[in-house]
Nanobody, 116 residues
Framework: QVQLVESGGGLVQPGGSLRLSCAAS????????MGWYRQAPGKERELVAG????????NYADSVKGRFTISRDNAKNTVYLQMNSLKPEDTAVYYC?????????WGQGTQVTVSS
C-alpha cells in the first residue's frame, strides 16, 4: 500500500532554515508528481510546492517563492522541501502528497513552528 512518511519538522527561529523529507513506498515513485502542502490552525490546507515525476519542473505558492525549494531523489524514493528565511506565518503542519486517481494520498504530517 502507498505510504508517505514526513520528517524534519521542528521549532526554528525567524530567518532560520529547515529541510523536510518525505519517504514514499508502495508505488513506483519515479512515475508520479509530488507535492508539499501545509495547514495552519484554523486555515485550509494549501499547496506549497509541486514537482514533476522527473524533477524537471517545479511550482511554488507565491508566499514561498524564492525561499523554499522542492527537490526529489528518485533513487531514494524521497522528496524534499528546503525552507530558508522562515517566517512566523510559515508555521503549520506540512504534508507531502501524491495523487493516483481516484485517491489522494497524504503522509501523517510534520509540524513546523517558526517562533523566537
Amino acid at each position: 500500500q502507498v505510504q508517505l512518511v514526513e520528517s524534519g519538522g521542528g521549532l526554528v527561529q525567524p530567518g532560520g532554515s529547515l529541510r523536510l523529507s518525505c519517504a514514499a513506498s508502495g508505488y513506483i515513485f519515479s512515475t508520479k508528481a509530488m507535492g508539499w502542502y501545509r495547514q495552519a490552525p484554523g486555515k485550509e490546507r494549501e499547496l506549497v510546492a509541486g514537482i514533476t515525476s522527473s524533477g524537471g519542473v517545479t511550482n511554488y505558492a507565491d508566499s514561498v517563492k524564492g525561499r523554499f525549494t522542492i527537490s526529489r531523489d528518485n533513487a531514494k524514493n524521497t522528496v524534499y522541501l528546503q525552507m530558508n528565511s522562515l517566517k512566523p506565518e510559515d508555521t503549520a503542519v506540512y504534508y507531502c502528497n501524491v495523487k493516483m486517481w481516484p485517491t489522494n494520498y497524504w503522509g501523517q504530517g510534520t509540524q513546523v513552528t517558526v517562533s523566537s
